[in-house]
């Protein structure tokens, strides 16, 4: 009787034992490699993701004679609101045109021409002062039109999210394509191999 | 204080020298400075300290103060809950800018997952209440995260965050038990089917016909809205589910509805002047979240709560029984059954111990800011952006201004957003439990965690 009461206090005792000690000290800030996975990452697109996305699509279209190898560069429009999210992740999708028009540019390096249509109101009042006289005409000389486009790149991100009840485990696939279409014809030109991610995860049981 | 009044005296420029000599200011006493954040520190631990909030509140605008200092003074473990109550109480007073960003900080850490979370470890612990755990709400309460971001998006003419938003609003709906209760928040349907046919508006396929009709298996009496419509009016009315704790050992958690019937029986919308002539539009109520709060079909940790509940009552039983045994035993003539009572005793008394000490409480941190029924309109966008909301009830027209109106969108989609209660709610998180509360603030782990939060709020 008195070693199972020993028994039971040290059941006792081990069970109100607090738990092992957690990590006290702060994480000062750390460099992480954006075309690596980060100490934080969820199910979604992350940085790395678009990085890798877009270094495929600069590969793919500088492979491309017939659009890039052509006499006269072609222009082309490309701009984040053209960039249609339709998956459940909250994204700002000026993170993919920006890092496609930066990568494309340097990596074409003027063999392909890029239009900005999102500045296009100040471009229209600086050519007016010009002609009204307001201003004088530059050092690039001016000309009849705005330059019109060849293509457009356009995007569409879309996702599908699974989850397992009984195991609490939630999964998103997130496929992002991208073409590029003729905007004399609507032809599509090119169009991205899809970049799919799939990433699953499961949360504590106190959150399920 | 003293620490900030030295700071500020220190940060001053030198005045000018007076022409008649002054006696000079008292310089602060470096002791007494150092006794007071001594105490400070025995009282407040790692923070954070009075001066420290004062300075912190002191650029915040006025009506939402309460709500930063929640945040500030509640740490990461109310963090969820505080943002939500800030964002909304935002919404109300106009601040969008802070709402998008407290919408936002709640959501990244709803996002979260807690694979090796000491606390929410701890939550689970026989011998440790459930409020414990971080705070993250429940699904109903999670969804209205995601729609309250969704309504800002749609003000900001962003229409497919707007969608990823209420998508993710949807989705927590699914997050249930029983497969009868998944998918039936018609409101958030019906949402995602108009941001995706705003977004459509730019270029792109989504008609959201698929999703309408998803509000429409939920909510069968639902109105589609004409193609030619692009102003949508919602309306939150009534006041939303509290949560309570129930049985012997107060480990269920459910839902009750403040309100045996909102006042509130329906809303109308006037857009343009109010003229002779012009119309009202009725609102059609979509959700009620006392439906959804109570349909979910239980909880994966009730099976933990019902565990610990278990425990404490099992061990109450051997303990009483044992103890009544052992004092019977120990009046007996014979020495080894005194010695045997006396040992029975012990133990009766150590599983006594063991189940006064078990805690099975569910947690009841709720959000106290949300409606009881949401209801929307839809209409074609007048050029005079003027409304007029009216709350109607049993007997007519309620002396209900709107306690909150939001207008925006852009001229292809336009929202209108009113709500008949104030958001701007008194107090701290309710339900919270105070001494859970002031148990994690002292945990090392826990203290370094809010620190970090101060600091991130400091930059918002």
Redesign the interface.
Known sequence: MHKQLALILLAAATALAPADAAPRRGQAAVDVDPQNRGPVSGTGIEMRDIIGMSDRIVRDLLQRADIVGTAVPPRIILEGSRIRNQSSQRIDTDLFSDQLRAQLIRAAAGKLRFLSRETISDVAAERELKREGQTDVGTRGMTRAVAGSDYRLIGRITSQDARNNSTGMTQRSTQVVFELVDMETTETVYISEPFVVVRAQRDDIVYR | MLGLAFALLAAQPAPPAPAAIQPAPPAPDARAIARQRAEWKRQYGEGPYPDETEAFLASKPEPLRPYWANLWRGGERNAVVNFERLGLAAMEVGDYRTAEAAFDAA?LRI?????K??L????????AK?AN?DF?GEPYERAMAYYY?GLL?LRAGDY??A???F??AE?QD????SEEFQGDFAMMNYLIGWA?RC?SL???D?DGAADFAAARAAQPDMVVPPPAHNLLMISETGAGPIKAQDGAMREKLVFRSPEAASPERETRFRLGPNTAGSSEIIAQPLSSLSFQATTRGG???DG?LRGKASFKSTTAGIGNAALQAGFAMMTSRDEDTRN?GA?AS??GL?FA??SS?ARADADIRHWDQLPETLAVATAVRPKDPRVEVRFIGANGPLPMPPAALMQGGDARCGIIWARSRSALVPGDVPGDDPRVRAAVAK???AA?KD??LRNSLSQL
């Open positions: 959501l996002e979260s997952v807690y694979a979370d000491r929410a470890s701890r939550a689970r612990d026989t011998f459930e755990k993250k971001r998006y497919g965050n969608r990823a938003a998508k993710g989705y699914t997050v249930s038990e995706g977004q730019t270029g792109g989504v909880r994966a940790i933990i045997a040992v012990g133990v150590l111990l063991l000490a945990r090392r782990d370094a620190k970090m």
